[in-house]
Structure formats: structure tokens, C-alpha cells
């Protein structure tokens, strides 16, 4: 008799005896076996942990001795290039201004997993600088660590900026992820490479050591296969650090998102549908539709949404990231070490960049000059724009449609299936669900849905500040009547 393991939710199949226990060697080796064979086709690991196998053979020994730490013990992970480890590697956010950033610190994020039992097997790659260096950019490339390809279809985006994080996890190169979204760059990749995304209310889960974007829009949230092994992260992540005090309340809001979660959670709720979101993708709709249908099958009541313009939010939104950026960054720089970083300002990077022409080899860095020509954190134009977006993202935005609809939470399509990559032009973005929570600051989860033309495409649900222990056992309910999702085959594109 054998059983078997399932490692990332994937075909890898692990046989043990039926005695034996779990293994973080065995899983963590058969991680770093299927990236040597497959990441070359993917380009979705930037670095892979030397320390991984020790970390999980001292896991293991604790297991035999007694101690086990949850149900997270063992488990192989990889980790956004934007997230300091205290392992030896980079943090690098994809530049090559960070190529030698080893800070020999774990962000607290990290050191929660890493005391959850988690091995943190390397580093995934990623849109470079969290693609806010150009608005014309490919998404999933760095100048560290090339282009990470969607596994569904070689020749398709991973999305990003969380690109290395989806693509890996699609195709079982480990077990999940931590990915960053400051609007769209967890939802995102997630939806396109068929996983569950949740990005986390702003201030549940700590930003210090972490590449920045912006202190209002920031958060780090576990990319995953399944919503339960989404919950178990969450709940391991989630907490206060004095070091950002954004996370004030963590502490007094996190929960036990696992326990909460609940296959008939939509029994007897109220649902918005976001109808504003539709209308980009026709195929993509379609496969809404069958999820509005799922959605009510199990017991939701469904009220439409017609429209919501978003284009004032988005207007302040820019000026707000382009602002914190030059300050956030330049804060960040001012931590790491002088003698291997040497950029100490965004003007700093602005000049490494145009003297390094692998760098912008392939689009410009027209973003940054945009944010270093923002007048501080003082600027009444920036104050402004910060609080227009917040309160039309927020309280006159997913507050008022909740309120108006008494619905528990918003569902969209997150976005549509992935573009071909176009390395020329840039990215080819449509229609997509993620400003109204990431201005807010809200949570946001993606579940799969089903695909079009082979390629996934995700079912968001949205809700109020704090709510994320009813938008997972939400999605979760949907994920177990549907199970949607599909593992990728690698193939070279789409069609005949």
C-alpha cells in the first residue's frame, strides 16, 4: 500500500511506504529535481537555496524527535526576489543595480514561515522593480533573470509582477509561493497560471524588508494550488511588526483562516456582480457566466452591478505610487549595505540604468523619471490623491457597492487569459478587477474558473478591510463545487 503526497498540487507524485512519515527532504528534493529539469523552459527561478536540503533535513529530525510545527512543517516554498531571506542569496527585485543585495536577513514575513516550518527553496523571478520602472514593459522580465513564460503556453505572459511565483507554482516546481501586489501583481499571475491568489488587506502582513512600491498600496500574499493551502499560509504570514505601522491592528485581526473555511459558505449570501468588469473578453465571459451559475447553484443570490467608472481612481493612484516610490525606495536603499549596493537614491538608479545598457535593453525607465520628478510626501498635490483614492476606491467605491447591493463581497473575472508575450511593444493588458481592492487597501482573492483555449482564468471575490477569512471560506466553497483547476502541459502556444 502506498501513499502519496501530492507536491504542489501538481502530477509530481511523492510515494512513501503507507508508515512512513512526510518528508520535507524527499519534497524539497523533488522540488529542486523538477526546477533543474523544468525551469529551463520556464525561467521562473531567479536563485535556488544552497542551504534547502539542510533546512529540511534539520525539519525532518525534528519530526523524528516529536516536534512538529504545523501543517506547514516541511513544506517547500519559493519566495518573490523582492523578499529578503536570510538564506545566501540576492534580494534583487530583477535589477542588476541589487545583483550582490545578500542582506543576511529574513523580512518578517519570511521568519513567520520560516518558524511555521516552511524551507524556503529559492527565490522566484519577477517583473523587474515590481514593473513599476515602465509603463511599457513585459511582464515576468528582469535584467537578473530573463523572461518567465506562462506554462499553460510557452509563448504566453506569466503576468507579474508576481510572474516567477505563478509559473512555478503551476508547474509543481514547488509547493506554493509568496508573491507582492501593489495593484494586480499577485491576482494577476495567479489568475494566468490557473493558481488562487489572495492579496491580503494592506497592514495584515509586514512590509519590512521587502523591495518597496508604495506604503499605501504594498502587501505581500501566498500564491497557491489550492484555497486551503492559501488559508494555512495567510495564517502563518499574518501578524503586527513594530518595524511598520501599518500593521498595528495584524495581530488583533488575523485568525485561523484554515478553521474558518467552509464548503457551504455560500449558502444564504448575497453576492455583487460586477458586470463593469465584462465586455473585454467575450470567451472570458462566457466562462463567468458558468461561474454565476456554479455561484447559485450553491446557494448564493447574485445582484448585478452595472457600472462604475474608475477612471478618477485611477488618475490619483498614479501620482500616489509614482510619490511613495521615490521615498519608499530611497528608504529602503538607505538599509542595505553600501559597500553592494551602491544606488543610495531613485536618482542613483535612474543613472545605473542608463549607463547599463542590459538594463534597457528591451523598455525604458520613462516611470521612474515620472516618480523622481514628485515633490515629496509633503506635496499638497500627492496628499490629495491620496486620500481622493482612498475614498473613491474605499468608501464610495467597494464600501458603497456592498452597502447598496447587501452583498458580502464583489465577484469579476480577475482579468482575461494570458497575451502572447510581445517584448517589443510590452505587455497587452484588458480588463482587469484588481485597482478598486489594491487602492483601498482591501483584500483580494482569485480562484480558478475554468479556461479559455487552455489558458486559466480566475473568479475574484472582493470585500471590506479585514475580511479575509470570509472571502477564503467564499472561494473556497466555489473551489470545491467546481474544482476548476487544471495542471499545465507546457505546450509551445495556443491554437491549431
Request: charged share 20%; proline share 6%.
Amino acid at each position: 500500500m502506498k501513499r502519496l503526497i501530492l507536491l504542489a498540487g501538481s502530477a509530481a507524485l511523492m510515494a512513501l511506504p503507507a508508515a512512513a512519515e512526510p518528508s520535507a527532504s524527499i519534497a524539497t528534493e523533488t522540488a529542486l529535481k523538477r526546477i533543474e529539469a523544468l525551469d529551463p523552459r520556464l525561467n521562473s527561478v531567479l536563485a535556488v537555496n544552497p542551504d534547502a536540503l539542510k533546512i529540511a533535513r534539520a525539519l525532518d529530525a525534528e519530526r523524528k524527535a516529536g516536534k512538529t510545527r504545523g501543517p506547514l512543517h516541511g513544506l517547500p516554498i519559493l519566495v518573490k526576489d523582492n523578499i529578503e531571506t536570510i538564506d545566501p542569496m540576492a534580494t534583487t527585485a530583477g535589477s542588476l543595480a541589487l545583483k550582490d543585495n545578500v542582506t543576511g536577513r529574513d523580512a518578517p514575513l519570511v521568519a513567520r514561515l520560516r518558524a511555521a516550518g516552511v524551507v524556503v527553496l529559492g527565490k522566484a523571478n519577477l517583473s523587474e522593480w515590481a514593473n513599476i520602472r515602465s509603463s511599457r514593459s513585459t511582464s515576468g522580465w528582469s535584467a537578473v533573470g530573463g523572461l518567465t513564460r506562462n506554462p499553460y503556453a510557452l509563448d504566453r505572459s506569466a503576468c507579474g509582477s508576481s510572474s516567477g511565483s505563478g509559473a512555478a507554482v503551476a508547474a509543481g516546481l514547488a509547493a506554493a509561493a509568496i508573491g507582492t501586489e501593489t495593484d494586480g501583481s499577485i491576482t494577476c499571475p495567479a489568475a494566468m497560471n490557473g493558481l488562487v491568489g489572495l492579496k491580503p488587506t494592506v497592514g495584515l502582513v509586514s512590509r519590512t524588508h521587502v523591495v518597496p512600491i508604495s506604503h499605501s498600496q504594498d502587501t505581500a500574499g501566498p500564491m497557491t494550488t489550492t484555497v486551503r493551502d492559501a488559508a494555512l499560509l495567510l495564517t502563518a504570514m499574518a501578524g503586527s511588526d513594530p518595524a511598520d505601522p501599518a500593521t498595528l491592528e495584524a495581530d488583533a485581526r488575523k485568525t485561523d483562516y484554515a478553521a474558518a473555511l467552509s464548503k457551504d459558505a455560500l449558502k444564504g449570501v448575497t453576492l455583487a456582480v460586477a458586470r463593469f468588469y465584462t465586455g473585454d473578453s467575450p470567451k472570458t465571459d462566457a466562462v463567468f457566466e458558468q461561474a454565476l451559475k456554479d455561484l447559485a447553484a450553491q446557494g448564493a443570490t447574485l445582484v448585478e452591478v452595472k457600472a462604475f467608472d474608475e477612471g478618477p481612481i485611477g488618475k490619483a493612484e498614479g501620482l500616489v505610487l509614482f510619490t511613495e516610490f521615490k521615498a519608499d525606495i530611497a528608504a529602503y536603499l538607505a538599509s542595505t549595505d553600501p559597500k553592494t549596493v551602491k544606488p543610495r537614491t531613485l536618482a542613483d538608479l535612474i543613472a545605473f540604468n542608463t549607463a547599463s545598457p542590459d538594463e534597457l535593453r528591451w523598455f525604458g525607465q520613462e516611470t521612474f523619471e515620472k516618480a523622481q520628478a514628485t515633490k515629496g510626501l509633503g506635496d499638497p498635490d500627492y496628499l490629495k490623491a491620496k486620500a481622493d483614492a482612498k475614498r473613491l476606491a474605499g468608501p464610495e467605491g467597494i464600501d458603497r457597492i456592498l452597502k447598496e447591493t447587501g452583498a458580502v463581497a464583489i465577484v469579476a473575472p480577475t482579468t482575461g487569459p494570458a497575451w502572447t508575450i510581445d517584448p517589443v511593444n510590452g505587455d497587452h493588458y484588458g480588463a482587469s478587477a484588481t485597482t478598486l481592492p489594491a487602492v483601498a487597501g482591501y483584500p483580494h482573492l482569485t480562484v480558478p474558473m475554468g479556461q479559455v483555449e487552455g489558458l486559466p482564468v480566475g473568479l475574484s471575490f472582493i470585500g471590506l478591510a479585514w475580511s479575509e477569512a470570509s472571502l477564503l471560506s467564499l472561494g473556497y466553497a466555489y473551489e470545491q463545487a467546481t474544482m476548476r483547476r487544471r495542471p499545465p502541459v507546457l505546450k509551445a502556444t495556443v491554437g491549431p
